[in-house]
Structure formats: structure tokens, C-alpha cells
């Protein structure tokens, strides 16, 4: 045999099989959402749960996303993408505003997803996965807009920022004063542009 001829049991990944595997991760992913939108225990969003409602294997859910802080990072990507194409964490001043009001669009098109997330002990559990990378990419749009903030009213703003762009905020207007998507994301845009000027301003 011709050294370097691929045999048998090398290893080759069709287009087929990788549109498939796509398939099977969102199908996977659409199973842990409608048991995040269902409510309950914490513990239901378990690989077993999930593996029952896609119709698909336990092994299958550990291949696709090994731990289950993977498998709640993956609803939470999925949900991102269900709400449009350009939402995802923003790391600049630019791609923050970019986003803002397409973010509450999105929010209003899965509102009972995005309010099981922020009701339920499962969906609280999948937001607090990303605790440290939003943390980060707030402090780093603050200190684009000031680098001489100290770095205490750094994290303050930061975090101002990252609660006007977010379902908290959302629901919130949502809920005592009726706003939409559209509203909330003029309301608070207001306030961020705001913010973000006054640190543009200061010496």
C-alpha cells in the first residue's frame, strides 16, 4: 500500500455526516429549550431529560456536549441565535449599540424562553455560565470609552451597562409598564447613549 493512501478506517467527515451531526446538536438544543420553557427543578435540564425529549440517545447528548455546563452554554448560543443573526456577547462600544435593538427584538420574538431563563432555577443556572466572559466584555467597553476610570467605578459602570442591555431590563419595562421590544430597546438606548457620553466627557 501507497504510503499516505488513506484506508478503511480513516477517518473522514462528509458533508453529509456533518450536516447531520448539525441536525442532531440542534435538535438537542431545541429539546433542553422547550424544557427550560416547561419550568421546574433545577436538575431537569439533565442529559437523561434532554436525550428523552430529542429522541435521541444519552450518549448521543455527552457527544454533541460533553459536561453540562456545555450543554447549558449551547441552549444559551441557540437562543441567541434564534433572536438574530449579529446577537451574541458585544466586546466594543460599536458592536453594543450595533446590537441593542435587535437584541429586545429577539427577546420579544422567544419572550417565554427568555423569561423562563430568568425565572426558573435551570434558566438562572444557564445565564450564570457566562457570568465571567459578560463581566469581561463590559469592563473592556468601559475601559474603551475611559481608560482612566478607576477601576471600582469601572466595574459600577460596567455593570449599569450590562443591565440596560439585557432580558432584566427587557422584562422589567415589559412587565410594569407595558413596553414592547421596540420601546424598551429606545428606553434604554437612551440611557446607555448617555452614559457612554458622559464618559466620553470626562476628564
Known sequence: MTKGTPTSRTAYRSPLRASQAEQ?????????????????AAESITFRAVAAKAGVTEMTV??????REDLLQGLWRALN???????GMPGTRKELLAQHAGLFAGFDRIAPQIIASLTTPQGREMRSTLNDP???AFRAI???????????????????????HSAHAWMSLREQWGFDGQEAAAATRWTIDIILEHLRKKP
Open 24 to 40: 442532531t446538536r440542534e435538535k438537542i438544543e431545541q429539546a433542553a429549550g422547550a424544557l427550560l420553557e416547561e419550568g421546574g
Open 62 to 67: 455527552y457527544r454533541h456536549f460533553p459536561t
Open 81 to 87: 441565535a434564534r433572536m438574530g443573526p449579529d446577537i
Open 134 to 136: 459578560r463581566r469581561r
Open 142 to 164: 468601559v475601559q474603551e470609552a475611559c481608560p482612566d476610570l478607576p477601576a471600582r467605578e469601572r466595574t459600577r459602570v460596567a455593570a449599569i451597562l450590562q443591565l440596560l
